[in-house]
């Protein structure tokens, strides 16, 4: 892969850069954002990573995870933004408001569905955020080490669902050896990004699961969470991670949607397919996006408007 000479000639002019990954940020976006915080500090660089979401504790093995700040309140400035592993302006949150302040900006993602909101934009679709910034750190002259292969190594799992999806290429599984000779504990990493449940979690699924419903002869799955159910149990947002997974192997189902109640009548949707469907597609007319198995969009209105309109989108495409 060939990265933009000019974006590697920018971040080494640079001196002080602002990174920036997404609202509840997965292992792709806190990856990406904290492999490069230490690639970037490794050739002299001062760096600080924003995200508009607190980070999930369980992201605890990746060590350098606690700086990630939500504002600027010592009014820093910077010389660079570069914002990965977001698709659109929006999915910023908050934070987009201090990228638009910084002078120069570079994006670095892989999201079919994207905006080319920077100065500068790689946009590669690959597996992954991190498989494309494989090759800006090599292309930096950065030697890897154990803590940038551990951070490299999360994007590249989790994006792949653990290497199962169809994104993993023969590519993939080569920058994955070749992490690989580095330290990285894929015991822990594997618990945290796939096994760990806490009680509260298991909870909120067992709620989640009992509002399974089916639309349009079974080819559309539903289930959902309302803030209620976050309130009862004691889980956060960010522990939903994976419970669309549940419904998205059903037989019968060709588009598998999850709805999570973020604020009063406000939903975050996450739309999954076994593959004959284009879900980003779905997505993109809500105003959200993603990749052609795996999307997103968020969607004012009750719970039963809120499934009626998935409903009538999914009818042109299931
Ligand atoms: P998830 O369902 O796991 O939150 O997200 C699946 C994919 O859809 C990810 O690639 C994510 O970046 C994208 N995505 C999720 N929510 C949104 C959204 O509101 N807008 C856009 N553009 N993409 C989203
Ligand atoms: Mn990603």
Redesign the pocket.
């Known amino acids: 892969m060939k990265i933009n000479s000019d974006i590697i000639d920018t971040i080494k002019k640079s001196k002080c850069i602002a990174l920036f990954c997404?609202t509840?940020p997965?292992g792709d976006a806190l990856g990406s954002s904290c492999a490069m915080k230490y690639v970037l500090e490794k050739i002299g660089k001062e760096c600080d990573i924003y995200c508009e979401s607190k980070i999930p504790e369980h992201y605890c093995y990746i060590s350098n995870y606690k700086c990630i700040k939500q504002t600027n309140d010592k009014n820093k400035k910077y010389d660079l933004a570069i914002a990965l592993?977001c698709?659109?302006k929006?999915?910023m949150g908050e934070c987009a408001k201090l990228f638009d302040k910084i002078p120069f900006s570079i994006k670095i993602d892989h999201?079919k569905?994207n905006e080319q909101f920077a100065n500068l934009n790689q946009v590669e679709i690959v597996s992954s955020t991190c498989e494309v910034l494989y090759y800006v750190i090599n292309q930096l002259g950065v030697e890897l080490d154990d803590n940038i292969a551990t951070c490299l190594y999360i994007g590249l799992a989790s994006d792949t669902g653990c290497f199962m999806h169809d994104n993993t290429t023969s590519n993939t599984h080569e920058i994955a050896s070749k992490l690989l000779e580095y330290n990285i504990d894929i015991n822990k990493i594997h618990y945290y990004e796939f096994k760990r449940r806490t009680r509260a979690q298991l909870e909120l699924l067992h709620i989640c699961l009992g509002n399974l419903s089916f639309a349009l002869d079974d080819k559309v799955a539903f289930i959902h969470l309302k803030l209620t159910d976050f309130e009862k149990t004691g889980a956060e947002q960010s522990d939903t991670?994976g419970f669309?997974n549940y419904i998205s192997n059903v037989d019968t189902t060709k588009v598998a949607v999850m709805l999570s109640e973020e604020k009063p009548n406000l939903f975050?949707v996450?739309?999954r397919t076994n593959g004959t469907v284009d879900v980003s597609k779905i997505?993109e007319t809500f105003g959200?996006?993603?990749?052609k198995m795996?999307?997103?969009?968020?969607i004012f209105g009750g719970i039963t408007t809120v499934k009626k309109k998935i409903t009538d989108v999914c009818k042109d495409f299931v």
């Open positions: 997404h509840k997965d592993d698709s659109d929006k999915r999201h569905t991670l669309v975050a996450s739309f997505a959200g996006g993603g990749h795996a999307a997103g969009a968020k």
